[in-house]
């Protein structure tokens, strides 16, 4: 079996007393795509500037293309990082703006045109070349951030948040992108809070909380092993639904979601709990039931999970 | 909406510990430094540096060197075997701000015993001694005045008959008494290049203007750190073979670039429009201008590292340029600053460079006389450059 693109073993990170990321092992192998989850305060941030050498870990070793991770190592070069922000020249074209980075990752002379010309077409924006960065589409800004961070050939690709603040036709050419890029053997760390993205996209997935690994695995079998098979119910009130149908929903062992009239529950495979019944029930009350659902959990009911569940960690 | 408004930035302000203090603390801090440079300046209480020689023995000229140096309104240094020579090498070099020689008896009647040496960029500094010099005669002499008066009278009158009063009458009105009064001579220090008196006060302000100009121009390009950081440029370069240092390398040598073109261009306008003589050291002009474009930008570098947000850059450097071109020489040359103010402008890059500019446009200094002044400049720019680069790499990383 070839060696993971990235590995990391038993790393742990402190910010003076704080510990930052706890005894966290995980890796990447050669065209996979790996989701890195977690709430804020996961420690999402300090294992990317770990990765990069930003940070010297105080425990662990980390290893790209199975060379340890130092300060100053030439092997940083291995890793190409799409920032959260736009991390583009606004001044310049997409063209100038890879040309400038291809030279700082030490490309030189004939060198340069091809590798920006590919990276151009790798992202789909050869036709929008000479324009200016500042007159894109943010969708086509995240394209070329993508495009900036492939040009040295690196065997890792950090992914920081890449589709945040696109509309749903930009972020879905991204992820094809994304898995473009895989497919040609990038190994991907896609840290995200878009957990649809993450389910879509994601070979295996690390779940992070307070610094220590949750979970890591495939999606499937992440949520096989939370749910073992259980359904989620959800009812969702019309709005202005008052505090009598809090405390009922309450008392029927459902839970607030992020969305002030949606609530969630959790069902048993074989003891499904009646929720036509229960929306019955509610209606009777004069509480208005626009919609109830029943669906396989995904990543969002893991996270919602985790939100209600108590300080606990997991071993890895 | 008003109120919204005034409250984004109230809290940006707020927020903004670094940006908060120096919007607040440098409103007083400038003007000391201002009002104590320009009370000075106008309030005629100069902290001038007086270089005396004395090459006469008689006992009333004695006294003037002794009042002279007894007195503490200026500073004098005083060498028994400072001749004519010394003083205009002294002057001219900047060692003091004027010359002072007493040359002949002052008692004499009709001599000019005492000759003021200054160097064209100071000339102010000239007038003001030859004042406080009658004063000390005046105040410490005073038998010597009547004497000397009564001599005057005798040599022009021959007695004080009436018709010998209506010849002194006669001789105050004329020209001749005036110019036989008149003991102080006032003279520019000789120097090795021919350069009018004009054009030495033009070329004091060619580095006066660089230094400052460069200073907030290189700033302006430095800010750029400030979007790198904010917008994960930094993040993606610092992956990169040769991380934050080669990030540091390529703005220090833009920012030179560019400043050199700048400070020649100053050159340029100085050399057409004000009749400076430049054709003759071209290779030392453009050396000077890369030292002064160089300290500019390490110095736009480090503070670019240590700002954390545009606010505080933008007010930190308005801050320090204002700073360095008061203390430095740039807005009011440093003889006409309290004593400490002087001292405290050789930290500063605009005194050296204003040395620099000077000595090789005006003074007509050699490459000894300038390889001090290269030298600090030479020094400063590298310490800037490795505070920076050192910042920098911790910064970044943590």
């Given at each position: 079996?070839?060696?993971?693109?990235?590995?990391?073993?038993?790393?742990?990170?402190?910010?003076?007393?704080?510990?930052?990321?706890?005894?966290?092992?995980?890796?990447?192998?050669?065209?996979?795509?790996?989701?890195?989850?977690?709430?804020?305060?996961?420690?999402?941030?300090?294992?990317?500037?770990?990765?990069?050498?930003?940070?010297?870990?105080?425990?662990?070793?980390?290893?790209?293309?199975?060379?340890?991770?130092?300060?100053?190592?030439?092997?940083?070069?291995?890793?190409?990082?799409?920032?959260?922000?736009?991390?583009?020249?606004?001044?310049?074209?997409?063209?100038?703006?890879?040309?400038?980075?291809?030279?700082?990752?030490?490309?030189?002379?004939?060198?340069?045109?091809?590798?920006?010309?590919?990276?151009?077409?790798?992202?789909?924006?050869?036709?929008?070349?000479?324009?200016?960065?500042?007159?894109?589409?943010?969708?086509?800004?995240?394209?070329?951030?993508?495009?900036?961070?492939?040009?040295?050939?690196?065997?890792?690709?950090?992914?920081?948040?890449?589709?945040?603040?696109?509309?749903?036709?930009?972020?879905?050419?991204?992820?094809?992108?994304?898995?473009?890029?895989?497919?040609?053997?990038?190994?991907?760390?896609?840290?995200?809070?878009?957990l649809e993205?993450a389910e879509q996209?994601c070979?295996r997935v690390?779940v992070?909380?307070?610094?220590?690994?949750r979970d890591f695995d495939t999606p499937a079998a992440l949520l096989h092993r939370e749910f073992e098979g259980r359904s989620e119910g959800l009812i969702?009130?019309?709005?202005?639904?008052?505090?009598?149908?809090?405390?009922?929903?309450?008392?029927l062992n459902f839970t607030?979601t992020?969305?002030?009239?949606?609530w969630h529950t959790e069902i048993s495979k074989d003891s499904a709990q009646p929720l036509a019944?229960i929306?019955?029930?509610?209606?009777?009350?004069?509480?208005?039931?626009?919609?109830i659902t029943v669906r396989k959990p995904g990543l969002t009911s893991l996270f919602h999970k985790m939100?209600l569940e108590?300080?606990?960690?997991r071993?890895? | 909406?008003?109120?919204?408004?005034?409250?984004?930035?109230?809290?940006?302000?707020?927020?903004?510990?670094?940006?908060?203090?120096?919007?607040?603390?440098?409103?007083?801090?400038?003007?000391?430094?201002?009002?104590?440079?320009?009370?000075?300046?106008?309030?005629?209480?100069?902290?001038?540096?007086?270089?005396?020689?004395?090459?006469?023995?008689?006992?009333?000229?004695?006294?003037?060197?002794?009042?002279?140096?007894?007195?503490?309104?200026?500073?004098?240094?005083?060498?028994?075997?400072?001749?004519?020579?010394?003083?205009?090498?002294?002057?001219?070099?900047?060692?003091?701000?004027?010359?002072?020689?007493?040359?002949?008896?002052?008692?004499?009647?009709?001599?000019?015993?005492?000759?003021?040496?200054?160097?064209?960029?100071?000339?102010?500094?000239?007038?003001?001694?030859?004042?406080?010099?009658?004063?000390?005669?005046?105040?410490?002499?005073?038998?010597?005045?009547?004497?000397?008066?009564?001599?005057?009278?005798?040599?022009?009158?021959?007695?004080?008959?009436?018709?010998?009063?209506?010849?002194?009458?006669?001789?105050?009105?004329?020209?001749?008494?005036?110019?036989?009064?008149?003991?102080?001579?006032?003279?520019?220090?000789?120097?090795?290049?021919?350069?009018?008196?004009?054009?030495?006060?033009?070329?004091?302000?060619?580095?006066?203007?660089?230094?400052?100009?460069?200073?907030?121009?290189?700033?302006?390009?430095?800010?750029?750190?400030?979007?790198?950081?904010?917008?994960?440029?930094?993040?993606?370069?610092?992956?990169?073979?040769?991380?934050?240092?080669?990030?540091?390398?390529?703005?220090?040598?833009?920012?030179?670039?560019?400043?050199?073109?700048?400070?020649?261009?100053?050159?340029?306008?100085?050399?057409?429009?004000?009749?400076?003589?430049?054709?003759?050291?071209?290779?030392?002009?453009?050396?000077?201008?890369?030292?002064?474009?160089?300290?500019?930008?390490?110095?736009?570098?480090?503070?670019?590292?240590?700002?954390?947000?545009?606010?505080?850059?933008?007010?930190?450097?308005?801050?320090?340029?204002?700073?360095?071109?008061?203390?430095?020489?740039?807005?009011?040359?440093?003889?006409?600053?309290?004593?400490?103010?002087?001292?405290?402008?050789?930290?500063?890059?605009?005194?050296?460079?204003?040395?620099?500019?000077?000595?090789?446009?005006?003074?007509?200094?050699?490459?000894?006389?300038?390889?001090?002044?290269?030298?600090?400049?030479?020094?400063?720019?590298?310490?800037?450059?490795?505070?920076?680069?050192?910042?920098?790499?911790?910064?970044?990383?943590?």
């Amino acid at each position: 079996m070839d060696s993971p693109v990235l590995s990391v073993e038993n790393v742990s990170v402190s910010y003076g007393a704080r510990k930052a990321v706890d005894n966290l092992s995980f890796d990447i192998r050669t065209g996979e795509i790996v989701g890195l989850l977690g709430p804020n305060g996961a420690g999402k941030t300090t294992i990317i500037k770990s990765v990069c050498a930003q940070i010297i870990p105080d425990s662990g070793v980390i290893k790209i293309t199975g060379r340890a991770v130092k300060r100053g190592a030439e092997n940083r070069n291995a890793v190409g990082l799409v920032p959260q922000d736009i991390g583009l020249y606004m001044h310049m074209s997409a063209r100038e703006n890879l040309s400038a980075f291809a030279r700082m990752f030490g490309l030189r002379g004939a060198a340069v045109a091809p590798t920006v010309d590919r990276a151009l077409s790798d992202v789909g924006l050869s036709a929008r070349a000479d324009d200016l960065v500042s007159g894109l589409s943010g969708g086509m800004k995240r394209r070329i951030n993508y495009a900036a961070a492939i040009l040295h050939g690196p065997a890792l690709l950090i992914l920081d948040e890449p589709t945040a603040g696109v509309d749903i036709p930009a972020r879905d050419a991204l992820h094809d992108v994304t898995r473009k890029l895989a497919a040609a053997g990038y190994g991907v760390l896609l840290v995200t809070h878009e957990l649809e993205q993450a389910e879509q996209l994601c070979d295996r997935v690390l779940v992070m909380k307070n610094g220590v690994r949750r979970d890591f695995d495939t999606p499937a079998a992440l949520l096989h092993r939370e749910f073992e098979g259980r359904s989620e119910g959800l009812i969702t009130l019309e709005a202005g639904a008052g505090a009598e149908a809090a405390s009922r929903l309450h008392s029927l062992n459902f839970t607030p979601t992020d969305h002030p009239n949606i609530w969630h529950t959790e069902i048993s495979k074989d003891s499904a709990q009646p929720l036509a019944a229960i929306g019955q029930s509610l209606e009777n009350a004069g509480i208005d039931v626009r919609e109830i659902t029943v669906r396989k959990p995904g990543l969002t009911s893991l996270f919602h999970k985790m939100a209600l569940e108590p300080q606990t960690e997991r071993a890895s | 909406m008003i109120w919204a408004i005034f409250k984004i930035m109230a809290l940006r302000l707020w927020r903004d510990k670094g940006a908060l203090a120096l919007a607040f603390i440098l409103p007083g801090f400038i003007y000391a430094v201002f009002a104590a440079i320009f009370s000075t300046a106008s309030g005629g209480k100069l902290d001038m540096r007086v270089a005396l020689a004395v090459t006469d023995a008689a006992p009333a000229t004695v006294r003037l060197s002794d009042a002279l140096q007894s007195q503490t309104d200026f500073s004098v240094t005083f060498d028994s075997a400072f001749d004519r020579e010394a003083i205009d090498e002294r002057v001219r070099l900047g060692t003091e701000d004027v010359g002072l020689i007493l040359s002949d008896d002052i008692a004499k009647p009709g001599a000019q015993s005492v000759i003021i040496i200054y160097e064209p960029s100071r000339k102010i500094a000239a007038d003001m001694l030859s004042g406080q010099v009658r004063q000390i005669i005046g105040r410490d002499l005073p038998d010597v005045v009547l004497a000397k008066q009564i001599n005057l009278v005798t040599t022009l009158a021959g007695g004080l008959t009436p018709a010998q009063s209506g010849a002194i009458n006669a001789a105050l009105e004329s020209e001749a008494l005036t110019d036989a009064t008149d003991f102080i001579s006032v003279q520019p220090a000789r120097r090795d290049v021919d350069v009018p008196e004009g054009d030495a006060t033009t070329a004091y302000y060619v580095g006066a203007t660089a230094i400052m100009f460069l200073l907030f121009s290189a700033m302006q390009g430095a800010a750029l750190s400030l979007e790198e950081r904010g917008s994960g440029i930094t993040d993606r370069l610092l992956l990169g073979p040769r991380g934050a240092m080669a990030m540091m390398a390529g703005k220090f040598s833009f920012l030179s670039l560019q400043g050199t073109v700048q400070a020649l261009i100053i050159v340029a306008v100085a050399a057409i429009f004000f009749k400076i003589s430049v054709t003759g050291h071209l290779p030392a002009l453009l050396f000077i201008c890369v030292l002064a474009a160089s300290v500019a930008a390490a110095i736009a570098l480090l503070v670019s590292v240590i700002a954390k947000s545009s606010v505080q850059m933008n007010t930190a450097s308005t801050f320090i340029v204002l700073l360095f071109s008061a203390l430095g020489g740039s807005m009011v040359p440093r003889f006409m600053m309290p004593g400490w103010m002087q001292s405290a402008g050789s930290f500063t890059p605009n005194a050296w460079v204003i040395d620099l500019f000077y000595g090789l446009l005006a003074r007509g200094s050699d490459a000894s006389q300038l390889a001090l002044p290269a030298l600090i400049l030479a020094l400063i720019t590298a310490g800037c450059l490795a505070l920076a680069a050192l910042l920098s790499h911790r910064l970044m990383r943590f």
